[in-house]
């Protein structure tokens, strides 16, 4: 009889008892595989048949920082008979089919007995990780190891499961340098930092702008300025810092193993207090901030696109696109560092990439882009983003308007966009001269979402010398019969506190007698030529002329149309002329007027009530400036009071429930800005809205 001979496939069974010379085939498998960091957490063996949850089993929940940890893979095989010919370690994400990643082990490692491998997450630089390490991006993972031999396959299949963890994200106000334009990197400077939540910010717009022309008034110069001056909006960079979780739960740096984990930016409106108007206002501002309010998505309250808001316009609108660039060490100046793109069906938010290496590792951001009407505000979030997964997980790009859930997300306080006019100069002619409270002033602008900055750096007396030799350049420049209403003998300065002395009208005839010869009939006759006088009493409407000649002759004499600095120059008097009392003339509270220059980025705003002009009566001082400085901004006159409407008033530019407008001149009653003043001041287009209330809300 011919011997059995044995193989690699079989083995002897050594004698004992009934089993005495049977043969078994030899076997080999994985009875053991597991992640771990020494000393620390363990990773939890998978293999086939093997029950792996139980109420007292722990989840798969095993996680580290790759390249951070000294991280190891342990591993134990039976494999006494040298049986198991190839070994292969392959990386899938949790639910993949085709590995990620793959690692053939050498015949050392292949051997019999327990095996550490010291394992930090490296892995061979390739498309899906091109930093050349697992990252965030493809977690949870499955490491899976493959045996294949001769003999008996007891257990060839072993896995075990990790994860890459974002532990947080904290977000900054990113490098101004990386913005385009001087006037973001201003307002991103201003801003300082961003708001924690709970907390408001104000993002400035500093907007100088001021009519030039009496007519602009009535037309869009206002908007087509302020468009002009700051486009889309102002552009604020927000950067996020993610960090990293490591196998006890504490943050950690690791930039690299982000990978190309995409983040999702959101955006929420936050609605307006309108608490602080009155009834009238506040019921037009109601209807205003309502409009299309059914149609734009997401919902609220800022300023609809048709009349310069953004609300109902697509995600480019706040986060613009962005191309980025390769990281390096040093940015580029003037370039946003980060990609930037799109949403497809939530298209008001966007996604950016990180930086895994140079000057922002760890970092990602968009520009911020809020729009530039004043009284929108704004609430920033982000988070980590995901695809749809076959596990049932989330979905993040959906069109569901309403803020979206995640375990790991930061947000903003709220952003709120306000316009910053300038009061440049505030000039005192003398001590006695009646003062306006800056602080009260302020208050009917605020209200519009307005700062008007005192950049002054307080009240300045005028001296006598500066201040004759601009009246007396000023006059010179005027026509002949002006000048010859001024005595140029006249100390302007020491005259008083009122701003400019004229001769009498007495004084005036013989000033052009002087000058033309013949007698006063003669002086009369020239007037007449010169369309200085009109059928009623002459001496009258010389006293009148003498008040248009004033304000003339002031903002001649305080334009500076080289080196001027923009803002509102506040000149401060204890009446307008000498002969404002005088028959035919009229006291002055204040006035606006357009520079010479045409210079639209200054403005001149002059006061000079009295305290007697305002004994009674609900009007100010303050009201007075305010009203001024309305006209500056481009607001015409409203048509209050009724039986005595202002020159140049515009019924279609007023809310006309509010006739207690700012801009009329109802002494019967105090006087604040109309609803459509107040967004008009804010930037709103006012060609877009109606003076019914009611009509602006569109639903």
Known sequence: MARLALSAHVALTPPSGRNRNRLRLASFGVTDFRLSIPGGATSRFHRPGLRTRTTEAPEDDFHFVPEVEPAELTYRLSNDAHLVRVGRLELFTRHAKKPLWTRDLTAEELTGGEHRLPWDGTVTACETFPDGVVTVEHSPYKLKLTLQGAGLPECPVAWTYFHVLVDGIELELGDSRVLTRQRDRDVATALGRLPSDGERAEIRLVSNLFKTRIEEMGDDTDVRQYRHAWGMGPDVPIFARAWLKDSQNRRVDAPRALGRVRFLWDWEDEAEDLTQHPPVARAY???????????????????????????????????????????????????????????????????????????????????????????????????????????????????????????????????????????????????????????????????????????????????????????????????????????????????????????????????????????????????????????????????????????????????????????????????????????????????????????????????????????????????????????????????????????????????????????????????????????????????????IGSRNARP
Not at 322 to 338: K, L, S, V
Not at 510 to 534: F, I, P
Not at 599 to 613: E, I, K, L, P, S
Not at 621 to 627: S, W
Request: a positive charge; charged letters at 25%.
């Open 285 to 691: 501002l109601e209807h205003a901030l309502a409009r299309q309010c059914q149609t734009s998505r997401p919902k609220g309250d800022n300023a609809h696109r048709d009349v310069g808001g953004k609300r109902g316009q697509p995600s480019a609108a706040v986060f613009p696109r962005q191309t980025g660039y390769t990281p390096q060490a040093e940015p580029r100046d003037g370039a946003f560092p980060f990609r930037v793109v799109p949403c497809s069906k939530r298209k008001w938010a966007a996604y950016s990439l990180p930086w895994t290496c140079g000057a922002f590792a760890g970092r990602t951001g968009v520009v911020f882009q809020p729009s530039r009407i004043a009284g929108d505000a704004w609430r920033v979030t982000v988070q980590l983003a995901y695809d749809k997964r076959k596990d049932g997980g989330v979905v993040l790009d959906v069109e569901d308007e309403a803020p979206l859930p995640a375990s790991i997300q930061a947000r903003t306080g709220i952003f709120e966009s306000w316009r910053e006019v300038h009061i440049s100069r505030v000039l005192r002619k003398h001590p006695s001269v009646t003062s306006v409270c800056i602080a009260d002033l302020q208050q009917h602008f605020a209200r519009a979402f307005l700062r008007l900055e005192d950049r002054s750096g307080g009240v300045t007396a005028m001296d006598a010398a500066t201040y004759n030799s601009r009246i007396a350049r000023a006059v010179a420049a005027l026509s002949p019969e002006v000048r010859a209403a001024i005595d140029p003998s006249v100390d302007q300065y020491a005259a008083g506190p009122h701003a400019l002395t004229f001769r009498t009208y007495p004084n005036f005839l013989d000033e052009v007698k002087r000058l033309r010869g013949g007698g006063r009939a003669t002086a009369s006759l020239w007037l007449d030529s010169g369309k200085v006088a009109s059928r009623d009493n002459k001496e009258h409407r010389y006293h009148r002329l003498c008040k248009d000649w004033a304000k003339s002759i002031l903002v001649t004499a305080f334009d500076e149309p080289t080196g001027g600095t923009p803002g509102i120059v506040l000149l401060q008097f204890n009446g307008l002329y000498n002969l404002e009392t005088e028959p035919g003339s009229s006291r002055v509270n204040g006035f606006s007027q357009e520079f010479p220059s045409k210079d639209r980025a200054r403005c001149a705003v002059v006061q000079c009530g009295t305290a007697r002009n305002y004994s009674g009566g609900a009007n100010s001082l303050v009201q007075t400036i305010a009203h001024e400085v309305g006209h500056q901004l481009f607001l015409p006159h409203a048509p209050f009071p009724v039986h005595r409407v202002p020159t140049g008033a515009r019924t279609e530019q007023h809310d006309q429930d509010g006739s207690d407008c700012l801009m009329g001149y109802d002494f019967s009653v105090e006087r604040r800005f109309c609803g459509m003043c107040l967004l008009r001041l804010r930037g709103w287009n006012k060609q877009a809205l109606s003076s």
